[in-house]
């Protein structure tokens, strides 16, 4: 297969090939993933609690961003690096210009950025400047003071219709991709179907257009927190760790995953 780039992403979609997305921090676990076909690496800030030990991923700094950022890249051949603009570095356009610049420089080929409302016009600053970027919506880790934990997003009716016009906001901005977490299967399927650019579920049902989990997650590792009901341990099917990345890129383009009993309804 030929290595990936930022506008197959359309292309996928339009053929209605499912993306398959894992999360890595270091060159020998993305190398593995790369050789066993995943799409999609995305260097995410989660590594302040999967790698850090931290309990939320606030902490991470750009610095850090950069160095696993790096790490991952020497590792890939064909699949599409994209990292995490972490928390506050996307806080004004000039400063998440500096962060996303580091991360390119670094071997990343898209940002990701949690969030609407201002964040949109980092977004458009970005997308302006030749930085290709990722949308994050519904459960954003990053907001996790504000929200108090955790938890599913756009439950009701009001906030549903809310994260629909946020999606496609985030599309008009410029985005080409965009990772929709913890929101319920119906909610995820209306913005896939709203959107022409592709959606990632983590938590958000088989309706998407592609599938992220975090590398910890997908081997069973326990980061100390309590699994969330998405998770699924593909290690136990797959038998070894290239083995399980297989069986997850099998079961998400077969669409077997995520099934009813790892999503949200
Ligand atoms: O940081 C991360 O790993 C993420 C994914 C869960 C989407 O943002
Ligand atoms: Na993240």
Known sequence: AKAWTVPMLADAKRDGRKLVMLTAYDASFARTMDAAGIDLVLVGDSLGMVAQGHNSTLPVTVADMVYHTACVARGLAKALLIADLPFQSDATPARALDAATALLQAGAAMVKIEGAAHKLETIRFLVEREIPVCGHLGLTPQSVLRLGG?????????????LREDARAV??????????????????????????????????????????????????????????????????????VAGAF????EAVRSGAFPDAAHSYD
């Open 171 to 240: 599309e008009e901005a410029g985005a080409q991709l965009l990772v929709l977490e913890c929101v319920p299967t119906p909610v995820a399927a209306a913005i896939s179907a709203d959107l022409r650019i592709a959606t990632i579920g983590i938590g958000a049902g088989p309706a998407c257009d592609g599938q992220v989990l975090v590398l910890h997650d997908l081997l069973g590792v326990n980061s100390g927190h309590r699994r969330p009901k998405f998770v699924k341990d593909f290690l136990a099917e797959g038998g070894s």
């Open 246 to 249: 297989s069986a997850y890129a």
């Open 150 to 162: 955790y938890k599913v997003q756009g439950r009701d009716d009001a906030a549903a219709a809310r």
